[in-house]
């Protein structure tokens, strides 16, 4: 029902900075919290930030607080993730995912984007 596409992805170095793009098919008011969630080889996935449609709450990891903001163009379909001050442990798969406010992220009901590759040199 909902597809999502990932991009923006690359290789940086150490604090620099990148912005990720993730673009909806489709937004519903069941599917109304938009995040970014990432996973690094042999490691499991982890929450990094969350936004909604409908407000501008938003929620990070504290890994990455500070360091990075989500933001959405509602008009365009469109969450962003401005990653600044790279580390080398960002290095990452960075997935958009989309999920009602009931759900957690790691509900089945989660839709997922394709993935797209973050690598930050030191």
């Known amino acids: 029902q909902v597809q999502l596409v990932e991009s923006g992805g690359g290789l940086v170095q150490a604090g620099g900075s990148l912005r990720l793009s993730c673009a909806a098919s489709?937004?519903?008011?069941?599917?109304?919290?938009m995040g970014w969630l990432r996973q690094a080889p042999g490691k499991e996935r982890e929450f990094v930030a969350s936004?909604?449609?409908?407000?501008?709450?938003?929620y990070y990891a504290n890994s990455v607080k500070g360091r990075f903001t989500i933001s959405t163009d509602n008009a365009k379909g469109t969450v962003y993730l401005q990653m600044n001050s790279l580390k080398p442990e960002d290095t990452a798969v960075y997935y958009c995912?989309?999920?009602?406010?009931?759900?957690?992220?790691?509900?089945?009901?989660?839709?997922w984007g394709q993935g797209t590759q973050v690598t930050v040199s030191s």
């Open positions: 936004i909604s449609w409908s407000g501008g709450s938003t």
């Open positions: 995912a989309a999920k009602n406010p009931s759900s957690s992220w790691a509900a089945f009901s989660v839709y």
């Open positions: 489709e937004r519903t008011f069941r599917t109304d919290v």
